[in-house]
């Protein structure tokens, strides 16, 4: 019996459509699962021996469906078909498949292994497989997949919905044991093998891809990536490379990809991997986005949890643009390269932070409105509960409105004064950090620079601009410091310090110095009384302006010292004379800039005083000036009306009241004292000495108490003058007499210097004018007049005189009617008539000093001489 198992066998078995019912519940054990009823046939042929050496091969086709079942029954079953040839062998207890090679329509698969020992319970099982492309919708209907469990299709599914896959290869070794729990979705990391991705949908709850093509190569538990192209939105990746291990239970990623496409997705794809939070991130603030990206992007962490996975990435942005929440206009035209990191969250402690993440810029260029910026790099991230920014760039405007890029809070004050600045031109380089909390209810903070060059500033009042400003402005939320290096106001250069403090706060304070070395006086244009300076070479301008919610303070000097100008009639300063003002002001309780003190300086004179300004747009004013201690020299070299004096002192008050755009209308007053005013013109022998007493109104003055002493002779004078249009004059000198020819050295002709001068007045040129003459005795040369009293009058530049009375009554006297013509562009001329009545000869003779000594005899009955002359000049006459 013991050679039974050495007898050979050989045949061939066939089966023509056999129902299935009787073999349901053996194939049900094998597939796991229950089938459908159905027929199948079979043409095989086998050889071997007894002893359990045994090889088959053959086909065996088959048929399920509702075709072979009866009527009314499973009508939701559909018919499929298929063949699956073999060819195996059995060797005791160890089953080798040499070939498996399955065919149901388009499908096929192919598969090799061995089940070894399965006669035992250590049963092994190494199986070999692969199929044709097949969709992953119908995936359930083919080997090997259908031998797995509809929880296992309804997890796959999840992650791939739709497409189709290809098995290039599928391989499980491990005990029969093992396989037998192929329900399990754990059983797959005994599994390795590659799958093909044709177009297929890949939906984890993080990641959605579209139109996948690739392959999956997965082995003990875990998946390599290997994706050429895939979609994500409109965004198209490629090249993306990873792993993901446990892809059925616990799915961990980690892997690269490839992006290039429209920009708006990709963005989209980076909001969403930050969880919600109260305050909006950056990517949350942009909207309406054009343009092209394209990088790489690494992700990496457990799928099932989404705010656990870490990503990261670089992206190059080409021709972007954008609209930024509370930006006026959209971003255009934006390059640069960016580097990102997203955190997991896994602090579950703090709800609501949402996750880590970090934004690194660099080579940044693009357009807003008419202004570029370039050279943008930084850095943004967010730790913890802090969002913190570092940001450099180079920016370039056009033409900006100060007001809109002030903060958010800012005091009401600053923000109106900014409304009427315009900034423009600029090349700017800025430096900011900022951290803003994530969570609301504590304040961000922040700081920066600026490094400014050839800004341009104009204002809306028409103030001169301010060009070419150099400087650096540096800020943080309690103050903005701006210090130029170089700059022009108007045509005038200047530098600048400006201190605005608390500007977020009603007690903001701003304090300003501003200096120019050389003012030119066409840059005080709008800025009352001192637009009203009109003067060559420059001015040292200095500035101190201090302003908060209570006061605004200004304190100004100008040194005029290397200046000249001309005040009317009344002032000629010239170079290099000490010359200044020195203004301080405040803001009243009504409102207006009051000037708590005003002083102007002149040679070794102070002139101070006070006054108000209602405003710069409505520059109402009142002044107030006083000197109590005015040396007229060396002053008078400059002061018309002190014109010759060398020494003694004047006390003056005035004061104003108007409207500095109309100041013809202004309302001047005031009264002067002048003390022992010294004088002492050539040919004068001796120093003239005047004191008086000068109040005026507005064009109206009025002389009294009038002195003028020299050597041992006083006359006194007074009177009044009316200037404007036809100005007009009222004078009167009385005194007992006067001796020339102790005052004036021979030769000396002073009624000449007096003639020049008076034809040269405003007052004998446009206008009118009475002199009034009463002398007790008035000497020179060889003349002697024992009285010389009159009026003289003036108009259309000629002198009269009608009652010169010359000597006394029938003593000595002289009686002289005449007129002196000056009329400019014309040779003076004059014609008098002297007359004489009974008087003795030798009392009109004395009038010639001795030259008539022991002369005529007798009285003079009536004499009258009439006197004409012309000349080219008066000395000439």
Not at 240 to 251: D, Y
Request: proline fraction near 5%.
């Amino acid at each position: 019996m013991s050679n039974l198992s050495k007898i050979a066998l050989e045949g061939t078995v066939t089966v023509s459509d056999l129902g299935t019912q009787p073999m349901e519940l053996y194939l049900s054990q094998v597939f796991a699962q229950k089938l459908e009823s159905g027929a199948v046939s079979l043409d095989a042929e086998f050889e071997g021996t007894l002893d359990g050496h045994i090889r088959s091969s053959g086909k065996l086709t088959y048929r399920f469906g509702p075709g072979l079942m009866p009527p009314g029954l499973y009508k939701e079953i559909q018919q499929s078909r298929g063949s699956l040839s073999y060819d195996l062998a059995f060797q005791n207890d160890t089953l080798k498949v040499h070939k498996l090679l399955f065919h149901s329509g388009a499908f096929s698969m192919n598969a090799r292994g061995t089940y070894a020992r399965f006669l035992s319970d250590r049963a092994q099982l190494d199986v070999f497989m692969k199929t044709s492309p097949f969709s992953i919708e119908n995936s359930e209907s083919h080997l090997p997949f259908k031998i797995f469990s509809k929880e296992l299709h309804h997890r796959f599914r999840e992650i791939i919905p739709r497409g189709e896959l290809e098995i290039a290869s599928l391989e499980f070794k491990g005990p029969v044991s093992r396989f037998r729990e192929i329900s399990k979705p754990e059983i797959l990391e005994d599994f390795s093998g590659v799958l093909l991705l044709r177009r297929v949908n890949v939906t984890p709850p993080e990641f959605s891809l579209h139109q996948v093509e690739g392959e999956v190569h997965f082995q003990k538990g875990s998946a390599a990536l290997k994706i050429s192209k895939a979609r994500y939105g409109h965004l198209v990746l490629t090249n993306v490379l990873g792993a993901v291990s446990h892809p059925l239970t616990r799915p961990e990623v980690k892997a690269t990809l490839e992006a290039q496409g429209a920009l708006a997705p990709l963005v989209t794809l980076l909001e969403q991997r930050e969880a919600p939070r109260p305050r909006k991130g950056l990517l949350e603030q942009i909207k309406h986005i054009k343009g092209i990206g394209r990088g790489r992007i690494t992700v990496e962490g457990i799928l099932e949890s989404p705010d656990s996975l870490k990503w990261s990435g670089d992206i190059t942005i080409e021709r972007a643009g954008f609209l930024k929440e509370k930006w006026p206009a959209p971003f255009r035209n934006v390059n640069g390269q960016l580097h990102f990191e997203v955190e997991g969250d896994t602090d579950a402690s703090s709800p609501g932070l949402g996750r880590d993440w970090r934004i690194e810029f660099d080579q940044f260029s693009g357009e807003i409105l008419k202004h570029s910026f370039s050279r943008l790099k930084g850095e943004w991230l967010q730790n913890k509960n802090l969002r913190t920014a570092d940001i450099q760039a180079n920016l370039r405007l056009a033409e900006l409105k100060a007001e809109s890029i002030l903060p958010q809070k800012v005091a009401e004050p600053v923000q109106a004064a900014m409304k009427d600045i315009t900034l423009a031109g600029a090349e700017i380089n800025l430096s900011l950090q900022s951290q803003e909390p994530v969570l609301p209810g504590k304040d961000s903070t922040f700081k920066g620079s600026l490094d400014i060059h050839n800004l341009f500033v104009r204002h809306a009042k028409g103030y001169p601009p301010l060009n070419n400003v150099q400087g650096t402005l540096a800020f943080d939320p309690k103050k903005i410091v701006l210090k130029t290096k170089s700059g022009w106001y108007g045509t005038s250069p200047f530098t600048l310090v400006a201190r605005l403090r608390n500007y977020r706060q009603d007690d903001f304070n701003l304090i300003l110095s501003m200096e120019s070395a050389e003012f030119a006086h066409a840059d005080f244009a709008g800025i009352p009384f001192l637009e009203t300076l009109k003067y060559r070479g420059p001015a040292h301008l200095k500035i101190k302006f201090l302003c908060n919610r209570d006061t605004i303070k200004l304190k100004q000097h100008i040194d005029l010292k290397r200046a000249s100008y001309q005040f009317g009639d009344f002032l000629i300063k010239p170079e290099n004379v000490a010359n200044f003002i020195n203004i301080s002001a405040s803001r009243d309780d009504e409102g207006r800039l009051s000037f708590n003190h005003l002083e102007v300086g002149l040679a070794d004179n102070r002139v101070t005083g006070q006054g108000y300004l209602r405003s710069l747009d409505d520059p109402e004013f009142a002044l107030k000036m006083a000197s109590d201690r005015f040396q007229v020299w060396p002053a008078s070299q400059y002061i018309r009306p002190l014109k010759g004096a060398l020494g003694g002192r004047a006390r003056f008050q005035l004061s104003a009241k108007g409207h500095f755009r109309h100041l013809e209308d202004a309302v001047i007053k005031g009264k002067v004292a002048l003390n022992r005013i010294e004088y002492h013109p050539d040919p004068f022998r001796v120093p003239i000495v005047v004191s008086a007493g000068l109040k005026f109104l507005n064009h109206r003055f009025t002389i009294h108490k009038g002195k003028l002493s020299a050597k041992n002779a006083s006359l006194f004078f007074e009177g009044d003058y009316r200037g404007g249009t036809s100005p007009h004059m009222k004078f009167r000198l009385t005194g007992p007499g006067i001796n020339l020819n102790e005052i004036v050295a021979a030769g000396g002709k002073p009624s000449q210097g007096f003639l020049g001068w008076l034809s040269g007045t405003r007052v004998f040129s446009l206008g009118s004018g009475e002199v009034h003459i009463d002398v007790g005795r008035f000497t020179r040369d060889f003349w002697t007049f024992p009285r010389f009293t009159g009026d003289f009058t003036f108009k259309d530049q000629t002198l009269k005189t009608r009652n010169l009375e010359i000597g006394r009554p029938k003593v000595d006297q002289i009686m002289v009617q005449g007129q002196l013509k000056l009329e400019e562009g014309r040779k003076p001329a004059f014609d008098a008539v002297l007359v004489s009545r009974n008087i003795p000869s030798k009392n009109f003779f004395k009038v010639f000093g001795g030259l008539f000594q022991n002369g005529l005899t007798g009285h003079l009955a009536w004499l009258k001489i009439r006197l004409k002359g012309q000349g080219d000049n008066l000395k000439e006459i």
